[in-house]
């Protein structure tokens, strides 16, 4: 007979590596947004972990450290987009889509 629980604790359906919020908050403070972006990650950070304490989960803080690795690894991206002069005026604010769905 083995000693294991009958109860498991849910996994949570994605996971980040235990440095990764370090890792992060260092290539921010590296980056050349790194005025805006620090304040905004610490910001977000903070209530992502008031909310992780509330909740007992995790996931609001793989979420907050996922969309900045995400904003990190598009900026070279968004960069190019921007400086080579193409329209964007014919795009939609996903915040006004959102509004209107509630």
Do not use: C, N
């Not at 805006?36 to 803080?61: D, N, Q, Y």
Request: hydrophobic content about 45%; cysteine-free.
């Amino acid at each position: 007979m083995s000693a294991q629980p009958g109860h498991h604790a849910p996994v949570p359906p994605y996971g980040i590596a235990p440095g990764a919020p370090a890792e992060l908050l260092a290539q921010l403070r590296g980056s050349e947004r790194a005025q805006r972006w620090v304040p905004a990650f610490e910001g977000e950070w903070a209530a992502a972990l008031e909310e992780s304490r509330s909740t007992f989960s995790l996931a609001p803080l793989y979420e907050v450290v996922q969309v900045w690795q995400a904003r990190l690894a598009s900026a070279p991206a968004v960069d190019a987009f921007l400086t080579s002069g193409k329209d964007d005026s014919g795009f939609v604010d996903l915040a006004e889509l959102r509004g209107r769905r509630r």
